[in-house]
């Protein structure tokens, strides 16, 4: 066994093992538990390092496999598209450390916490990682467990009650999958992620190969809060705003999100799921979820919950990539796993600042925000501007390519549903903005707390600011070489066989 | 090896045997007995399998013998899972009994080690029998100290479930060595391996199916003659709770499968399977709705084992039919995850009841907080309860759903998914108020001893490391009994 068929695993676990360790420190050990945090993501941001530079150059040696029963294995293995999920999660596992640990300052059970945030980030990597169907079952279904005590983190019965929406919408999607899985490998045998499909052989077993898509597309729209399988995704936003910010960026929805890309791409093939009509109705009910999901954004005066719905619709611009049948849209789709990421983190990230330093949690509150916090304010307006879809923010970039995509496969109505949701996430974001730099303050902040120097928390400033500066960088510099967009064309070329 | 397969399949009936007399005689050091026999137990199981890896199957007569007259004791893949189900579970019992029954218990430390090790020797004794009469004394044996076990508590309730369990127990037997007459009667024989080729479709066949099968059904508690097991199994002290729940009744359903696979296969085209099946069916969805409604942690856990013990019957048609490896698999993978989870769910309760003296369900808000391991103890076996990957329930019930997709039967795949989705609501109930913030500290929480959590933890890894031991698991079960070798070999 070489050393390189071990990184995969040593990615998992360079978050599983610290993720455990958190768990025996006892609350007071604040500055061994925020050191090992710091350490276990630069370490994985190393490992990644090595590993990119590997799948680069085209280099297969990256896999790891365990049987678990005659023609089962767990396999690990990267591939340019488990990489291009790793590095989104691994950097913004790092930043919302950072951010986690100033916000928690003042919490209680924050070993517990931490534990479960690295174990969920470490599954999170596993599902990236995953190189088969089983291998990616098992990693989805632990971030499904290892999410739940953070959801609950704050053991109030709201937070009790969101956390059994989410269990239960999750962990009927995961019997889906499940299921959809077992039939799949009976019909098919061990089912490897290829590039163009793999279910070349059986491909004439139309009706249960549609069967068996659907409960794929139930088991993953959950997680992915596909209209009309979002409901726990609101309800879940009683989490500590990192946990929200984790959730809504990398961790589950992304999930969901990445499992369709790799189901459509690297297990029926685009080839296939066009021949079996399968695309077209992904693609309406991504249109759908887009569209519902703004339009329940604009009703929503709780922050975090207008953001909850704006995920739900952003994620479903990815499935939108992927289910319109070309490059180009597909690439959109890409495009935007990555930069809804970084755009939704940001935006959580602020919520979560003025809630924390402001007490502020309506967007009926923020009038004049922007005056007392312009940074953090400043790093929420870009991510909103990007969400909209305002060049040169990256959001812009991958809308492009979603659009061009649509006319490129001859469906001109989809441009249609993009720009009328591009007008519906004005009509959600820009109040906000128009409240925070351009109304005054009327009463006195709920809770305000003093930072000293700066406007609020430095843990809590930097992040925020990190990411808006990475928003506008990878809508800026998309195509410069070696950057975002050739990465996503190298992936994108070797599904279409270009 | 040092010794003959047959020597060490020898020892790991008569070691604990000669144990339970020994700790019975001197009942102040029935401990220290314990402990050294369980340890030495195990190891002669782990022998005794290494030895039928190497060599194939054995026949063992014991004096000399032979089938007809003698006792033969038998040893094939199947009986080396079912040993080293029990040494595993059975040696995490011993370690957490330790702390379980403190000296100044003197009289229940008395009674526990010599009727567990009589206990443990009894089932050692019913996995290695090859002939039906043979298997009901093993049963006789195992029933007695288990219903005695039961009873060690003391508590009125206590005594009240064993005693309906001494008598469905006996109920079950009579009807089991009836329709060991029946065969007899019509077939002339008793060792299974001469009678899979004796027996033929005829009235005496049908009259020992359904009292044999009606009568393991009794002792197996298959819905609905499970009514005796969620009183008795709630009401015992912790560790007997977790073997009774974990082996005890897996010994019926074992003697149900070598039966149906080897004597009863010519009814195969009969109902009768399908009824239990049916059956099956009938107990997980019962089993599993009954355990959402209880109060009380222990009652839950037993309902969940009257759920669990349903979806061994679910495939018995699909294992008369063909592809009996794969079935046989599938059924064996579930009851030896369900052992590890189950025996480590129940000595979970009894380290919280330990700790709060409390095992209503309701109370158990903050309790991560309390007792950590515990509760963590209770998630990993939960887990693999509801079979989330990865655990070795997980990789059971991929090998159930695989057979029943494979033979087409839609409403098992329904029932296996379902019943998954009950068990996390089940074991939801128990886990989600232990994340509750709570308002008050714990009043009387006592430190529970570490020999009871960590042998409950350990099981609780097991049933995860499960997960990851199919393969081992399915080449062991594939060593098939040796052809009949009738008058000495």
Known sequence: MSWESLLPLAIVLSSFIPGVMIFFFSEKQAGLRTGLNIAAALVKLVLVAILINGVWRGDTLYELRVSLLPGLDLALRADALSLLFIILSATLWLVTTVYAIGYMEHSKNRSQFFGFFSLCVSSTMGIALAGNLLTFLIFYEMLTIFTYPLVV?????KAMGGGRVYLMYTITGGAALLLGVVWLYMLAGQVEFTDGGALASVAHHTTPLTIIFFLFIVGLGVKAA????????????????PVSALLHAVAVVKAGAFGIVRVVNDVFGVTLAQDLNLLQPLLVMACITVLVGSMFAIFQDDLKKRLAYSTVSQVSYVVMGVALFGPIGATGGLLHLVHQGVMKITLFFGAGSFAETLGIYRVSQMNGIGKRMPLTMGAFTIGALGMIGVPPVAGFISKWYLGTGALDANMDWVIGVLMLSSLLNAMYFLPILYRAWFMTQQEAWPHEHDFGRFETHWMLLTPPVVTAVFSI????????PYGLLDWVELIISREYLL | MIFDTTVWMSLVILLPLAAAITAFLLPRHALAIGLTSSGLIVLSVIALTISLVDGGAARDQMGGWGAPL???????????????????????I?????????????????????????????????????????LFVTLELLGLSAVALTALVGKPTAVRAAMRYLLVGLAGSMMYLLGVAFVYAGYGALDIAQL??????????????????VGLMMKGALFPLHFWLPPAHANAAAPVSALLSALVVKAPFYIMLRLWMDVLYPLADTAAPQVLSALGIAAILWGSIQALRQPKFKLLVAYSTVAQLGYLFLLIPALLADSRPQVLGAIVSFMVAHAAAKAAAFLSAGNILHATGDEQIASFTGLLRTLPLTVTTFALAGLSLVALPPSGGFIAKWLLLDRALANGDWWLVVVIIAGGLLAAGYVMRVLGPTFRERETKPTNARAVPRSMALSAFGLSVLAIILGFMGVYLLDLLAIEPVSMMVGGG
Do not use: C
């Open chain 2, 70 to 92: 003698g006792i033969d004791l038998v040893a094939d893949g199947l009986s080396a899972v079912m040993l080293l189900m029990t040494a595993a579970v059975g040696l995490a």
């Open chain 1, 473 to 480: 960088l990878l809508g800026l510099f998309a195509s410069l």
């Open chain 1, 153 to 157: 983190h704050n053991g109030t019965d």
């Open chain 2, 196 to 213: 899979r080729m004796l027996v033929a479709d005829g009235p005496p066949l049908y009259a020992a199916a359904t009292l044999m099968t």
């Open chain 1, 226 to 241: 596909l209209f009309p399988m979002h409901g726990w995704l609101p309800r879940a936003m009683v989490a500590p705003a």
């Open chain 2, 94 to 134: 011993t370690i957490y009994a330790k702390g379980y029954f403190p000296a100044r218990d003197a009289h229940k430390r008395a009674f526990f080690w010599p009727l567990w090790l009589f206990l443990w020797g009894s089932l050692n004794a019913l996995f290695l029998s090859g002939d039906i009469f043979n």
